[in-house]
């Protein structure tokens, strides 16, 4: 199976925009006194000055490295690498599980990123889909001689 299901596009999209999101965030908490800084004013749920702490800048180093995660996954996603879909498949399933205790904990908005979560979860594991990443990897395996 060489052409691409459509929705594995839409996957790498929010994928991606969830790591600019990281990226962003994490620039915000390392770099202090850009105009980043607004965003803490928007909706800050952490304590006062968590950014200059050292938890603070070890969770920005952490949101880093996972915006780089998020980057390559998204490549690989969009190339059909069964890697790719592993890390999101791992991705989705934590936030889905945070996402449900968020919600036993009384948070209902939380409903939504459950229900996203398992849409993707769902589509992904869908045997055409999943079929897109296992035939990629079957075919680059032939061509370095390493399959046969």
Same mark, same amino acid.
């Given at each position: 199976?060489?052409?691409r299901p459509? $929705?594995?596009?839409?996957? /790498?999209?929010?994928?991606?925009?969830?790591a600019v999101v990281a990226l962003i965030v994490a620039t915000s908490i390392l770099f202090a006194g850009t105009p980043l800084d607004t965003i803490?004013?928007?909706k800050n749920s952490f304590? /006062? $000055?968590?950014k200059n702490t050292s938890v603070g800048i070890l969770f920005g180093y952490l949101l880093l490295v996972l915006a780089v995660v998020g980057f390559c996954s998204v490549y690989g996603l969009v190339k059909g690498l069964k890697w790719a879909w592993w890390i999101v498949i791992v991705?989705? /399933?934590?936030? $889905?599980?945070r996402d449900a205790v968020s919600v036993a904990q009384g948070n209902i908005a939380?409903?939504?990123g459950v229900l996203i979560a398992a849409v993707f979860l769902f589509y992904l594991t869908r045997p055409r889909v999943k079929g897109?990443?296992?035939?990629? /990897?079957s075919s680059i395996?032939?061509?370095? $001689?390493t399959f046969k």
């Open positions: 199976m060489t052409n459509t $929705g594995v596009l839409v996957v /790498a999209i929010v994928a991606f925009l969830a803490w004013s928007l304590p /006062a $000055g968590f991705t989705l /399933a934590v936030n $889905g599980i939380a409903i939504s897109f990443f296992d035939d990629k /990897a395996m032939e061509q370095q $001689g």
